[in-house]
T-cell receptor, first 118, second 111 residues
């Protein structure tokens, strides 16, 4: 099966500019996640979708970050305006459907988008 | 709030050694625990997934154990090879299916 697709692979922008990332999950995966990975650290969850609804966005800096998943398939993550500390790799992941009382099957991650803010 | 810690942060070993990577977590109410591998500039590759009811999982030269009550997991790599050089990440899955990651262990296997 095809993996999780992300684009672009790399992006360099100046601070205060805006940027958008795109993710196409594995076909049939209802749950989609965006993670931020700062250099030398583990990934941190930004937002989780189930179909086209938000399950958790408690760690998303909503003053500058936004995300949407129209039609429950593809998703976009936007940063506006960007700050220097937003430099990181943005990873998208998907998993099979959330079942109450059970953990999802293993996640599948995309290759990520490396953002550099200068 | 779940916190995940991985020790050591970095490890360098000669080829052929057996090694153990450690992961600890503060909240034992987990659904499962997953070990990932990350190569430079790449995404994460799932290595092993252990459900909360399981004690260990094996895949080739890799063996992962889980002691949920004590909040610990170990990843054992047998007969290490230079191709094993990468960052290894431990992640726990709590309610809501959100993964909480440790900071990773950067492994270098020298020929």
């Amino acid at each position: 099966e095809a993996g999780v697709a992300q684009s672009p692979r790399y992006k360099i922008i100046e601070k205060r500019q805006s940027v958008a990332f795109w993710c196409n999950p594995i076909s049939g995966h209802a749950t989609l996640y965006w993670y931020q990975q700062i250099l030398g650290q583990g990934p941190k969850l930004l937002i989780q979708f189930q179909n086209n609804g938000v399950v958790d966005d408690s760690q998303l800096p909503k003053d500058r970050f936004s995300a949407e998943r129209l039609k429950g398939v593809d998703s976009t993550l936007k940063i506006q305006p960007a700050k220097l500390e937003d430099s990181a790799v943005y990873l998208c992941a998907s998993s099979s459907i959330l079942r109450r009382g059970q953990g999802a099957a293993g996640y599948t991650f995309g290759s990520g988008t490396r953002l550099t803010v200068v | 709030k779940q916190e995940v810690t991985q020790i050591p942060a970095a490890l360098s070993v000669p080829e052929g050694e057996n090694l153990v990577l450690n992961c600890s977590f503060t909240d034992s109410a987990i659904y499962n625990l997953q070990w990932f591998r990350q190569d430079p500039g790449k995404g994460l590759t799932s290595l092993l997934l252990i459900q909360s009811s399981q004690r260990e999982q094996t895949s080739g030269r890799l063996n992962a154990s889980l002691d949920k009550s004590s909040g610990r997991s170990t990843l054992y790599i047998a007969a290490s090879q230079p191709g094993d050089s990468a960052t290894y990440l431990c992640a726990v899955n709590n309610a809501g299916n959100m993964l909480t990651f440790g900071g990773g262990t950067r492994l270098m296997v020298k020929p």
